[in-house]
């Protein structure tokens, strides 16, 4: 399952180790993640269910459900797809409700760890990289924090090339840009990173913000800054369908992470259900990793994402069928069949139009929803955007919130692309500054700089509904 050839891709693996599954030894390397692992040597069922006692698999790969969680060394609710293997470490499915061992000794949370800076990030994808190195560069102290055990959020696992202009890495592959952004973080010595490290809240002690982290789910750290920049991302939305919760569906960029970040493939036939960008660029990187695509299902009348996307898709001889839908997924322990059919104009199945996949993998491509779990329980302003992907915070054009000193970028400030993450960064990052009394009034041209890129980058077809969903955002928010 360990993919040894990538037309793009080079895999790095660590030193081997030892894992035991359930008493198995299982071959593992060093710096990949227990799902991963797993998952190379054909373990998908990762626990069952605490009602009915359904097998369940990895879904998100991002650590933002329970898909995945496991009894690593007779600890439960492991979240095992953001959590590094180690030499001997024993893994088991978890299976009802779960218990800590009655020998367990819990981590004590009494004498935290405290890091000082002026400006906490919460979140190392485009947006939060950009931030910290922004905010840095206009004079602040930096503290930046992220749950994965690596820099660089979606773009880890992205092998297509950007568009935009140059100075927004056009022409650049997400992989490469993460790899730069990360380079920038490291020679900036006014920037704390913080890995494997969850952000649990944000509190306030007079002008003075909190973030309480947990590092490796048993080191307690305080984060304290004057500002605080929320760049988390989204996660994976669902759709209903029969047996929706079979091992072997997946989001996308869970299957994009197993492929591009960990050299692992998925399964060997796959369904993919989106025609948005998503769907059409996971497509063609499934076929570079060697599996077979079977077709794109599309509910809406036509293709949702890039023309160039959908041609590529197209010249690799994969189908793509709009106005259908998935219907059910079927299997034992796993996904071994998806059945689809066509819909009618009031968007239901037309009876005998229903189609059978014989694959492995169904993969949802369906959206993202902005995690904004962080910025509710600050007290942030939240509200419905259908536009931006769902409830978002509200914030001016600043990026900052409707709690002073909290500002947003990213997805969890509105399903976009990575290069308008980048830029909502950037603008955070130096607001922050600016708000701080840090930055000097020059800074300024640089947030009217990366508002101006981003109107130009939104004003194509793809990009008004986006500026119609900011515009009812900003409505009442005080434009900076």
């Known amino acids: 399952m360990r993919l040894k050839e990538h037309p793009i891709l080079h895999f790095k693996r660590g030193r081997e180790l030892t894992i035991y599954f359930e008493g198995k030894p299982i071959k593992a390397y060093e710096g990949e993640t227990i799902a991963m692992a797993l998952h190379a040597a054909g373990i998908r069922v990762l626990n069952h269910s605490p009602n009915k006692n359904r097998p369940r698999g990895l879904f998100c790969a991002i650590g933002k459900c329970s898909s995945c969680v496991m009894v690593v060394n007779g600890v439960p609710n492991v979240r095992t797809c953001i959590t590094l293997v180690e030499d001997g470490m024993k893994i088991e499915r978890q299976s009802g409700r779960a218990r800590l061992p009655i020998k367990a000794n819990p981590p004590e949370f009494r004498d935290a760890k405290v890091v000082k800076a002026e400006v906490v990030v919460v979140g190392g994808g485009p947006a939060g990289l950009m931030a910290a190195i922004n905010a840095s560069d206009a004079g602040a102290r930096v503290a930046?924090?992220?749950?994965?055990?690596?820099?660089?959020?979606?773009?880890?696992?992205?092998?297509?090339?950007?568009?935009?202009?140059?100075?927004?890495?056009?022409?650049?592959?997400?992989?490469?840009?993460?790899?730069?952004?990360?380079?920038?973080?490291?020679?900036?010595?006014?920037?704390?990173?913080?890995?494997?490290?969850?952000?649990?809240?944000i509190f306030h002690n007079g002008n003075e913000k909190l973030v309480l982290g947990v590092r490796k789910n048993r080191e307690p750290v305080e984060f304290r800054?004057?500002?605080?920049?929320?760049?988390?991302?989204a996660m994976e939305k669902m759709i209903p369908f029969e047996n929706n919760d079979l091992p072997g569906i997946y989001g996308a960029g869970a299957i994009q992470t197993l492929m591009n970040t960990y050299g692992v493939k998925p399964g060997e036939r796959v369904l993919i259900v989106g025609a948005g960008n998503v769907g059409l660029i996971l497509a063609y990187q499934l076929v570079q990793a060697g599996v077979e695509v079977e077709a794109i299902v599309e509910a809406m009348p036509k293709i949702g994402g890039y023309f160039v996307h959908a041609a590529k898709v197209?010249?690799?001889?994969?189908?793509?069928?709009?106005?259908?839908?998935?219907?059910?997924?079927?299997?034992?322990?796993?996904?071994?069949r998806a059945v689809v059919a066509e819909l009618d104009d009031n968007w239901k199945p037309i009876p005998g139009t229903e189609k059978v996949f014989n694959v492995d993998v169904i993969a949802l491509a369906v959206g993202l929803r902005p995690s904004i779990e962080l910025l509710q329980q600050a007290g942030c302003q939240i509200k419905f955007i259908r536009e931006l992907g769902g409830h978002v915070a509200v914030r001016d054009g600043w990026m900052e919130t409707t709690v002073r000193g909290i500002f947003v970028a990213g997805d969890s400030a509105g399903i976009e692309e990575a290069t308008t993450a980048m830029l909502e960064g950037k603008i955070a990052g130096i607001a922050a500054a600016l708000r701080l009394g840090i930055a000097d009034?020059?800074?300024?041209?640089?947030?009217?700089?990366?508002?101006?890129?981003?109107?130009?980058?939104?004003?194509?077809?793809?990009?008004?509904?986006?500026?119609?969903?900011?515009?009812?955002?900003?409505?009442?928010?005080?434009?900076?």
């Open 144 to 201: 930046l924090l992220d749950e994965s055990p690596r820099l660089g959020g979606q773009l880890v696992k992205q092998t297509h090339k950007f568009f935009g202009k140059r100075e927004q890495f056009a022409g650049v592959r997400g992989v490469e840009i993460a790899k730069i952004l990360e380079g920038e973080v490291k020679r900036r010595e006014n920037i704390v990173v913080s890995l494997e490290t969850s952000a649990v809240g």
């Open 225 to 233: 800054g004057r500002a605080v920049i929320v760049a988390t991302g």
């Open 314 to 336: 197209r010249r690799l001889g994969v189908p793509i069928l709009t106005r259908h839908t998935i219907l059910r997924a079927e299997g034992g322990e796993t996904v071994e």
């Open 441 to 480: 009034e020059s800074w300024v041209k640089e947030i009217e700089n990366a508002q101006r890129d981003l109107e130009e980058f939104r004003s194509g077809p793809f990009g008004r509904r986006v500026a119609e969903g900011i515009r009812k955002l900003l409505e009442g928010a005080g434009n900076a």
